[in-house]
């Protein structure tokens, strides 16, 4: 177990290191090159890390933050089987990509309609796609099948001011950072404005 928590650690310095140096050489991270950059980078960690899927129990966190700096956040995501528990949410200022380890990814996006959030797409991934989530998107992610899903997401910059939308009280709720887009706890809120 200890040489494979110190391989992952010496994985996760090395793309720390690529990360950072195509975040501070692109001005703009959401240029089509940076994100096509990224989405390899992402891909070929994922293909690394995959063996590593098993270290993640998700009844104790189904969020394990791998890597949190100024320039990125970089986290697995596990969901239980027939997991529907997310609410609509975007991820604040920030853009990113999930590559499917295992499992599958049911992504929902939304358009915001007056004060109504009307379902705009849907579509399913499998082990290796690789999901954008660009800044101001309106989404939701689920896992349709019987097993469990998990997913790499890297953020830039880190997730700061996300909202949760909480369509039966036609609210929404800004979270704290490294909070998940649940029913929004007391302690996670840090503001809520009407929908």
């Known amino acids: 177990m ?6 992952r650690n010496a994985l996760l310095d090395e793309y720390h290191i690529k990360f950072c ?8 991270p959401q240029t089509h090159s940076a994100q096509a950059e990224l989405r390899g ?3 070929s960690l994922t293909k690394r890390l995959t063996h590593q899927v098993e270290d993640i129990n998700p009844e104790q966190a189904p969020r394990k933050m791998l890597r949190f700096c100024d320039q ?4 697995l995501l ?3 089987p027939y997991d529907h528990s997310l609410l609509p949410h975007d991820h604040g200022r920030a853009w990113g990509m999930a590559c499917v380890i295992s499992g599958a990814l049911k992504e929902t996006t939304y358009q915001q309609v ?3 959030l009307v379902p705009d797409s849907q579509c399913v991934y ?4 690789v999901v954008l989530l660009h800044e101001g998107l309106i989404h939701v992610d689920s896992n349709p099948t019987p097993q469990r899903s998990v997913s790499l997401n890297l953020f830039v910059p880190c997730i700061v001011g996300m909202k949760v ?6 609210r929404v709720y800004v979270v704290k950072p490294g909070s998940r887009p649940l029913s929004p706890q007391i302690e996670d809120v840090v503001e809520w404005q009407g929908l």
């Open 78 to 80: 596990d969901r239980e």
């Open 126 to 129: 499998t082990p290796g796609d």
């Open 21 to 28: 140096q195509l975040i501070e050489r692109n001005t703009s």
């Open 41 to 43: 980078m992402l891909k």
């Open 114 to 116: 007056d004060s109504t």
């Open 165 to 170: 939308y909480v369509q039966q009280e036609k």
């Open 2 to 7: 200890v040489v494979a928590v110190d391989y």
């Open 72 to 75: 990125y956040e970089l986290f």
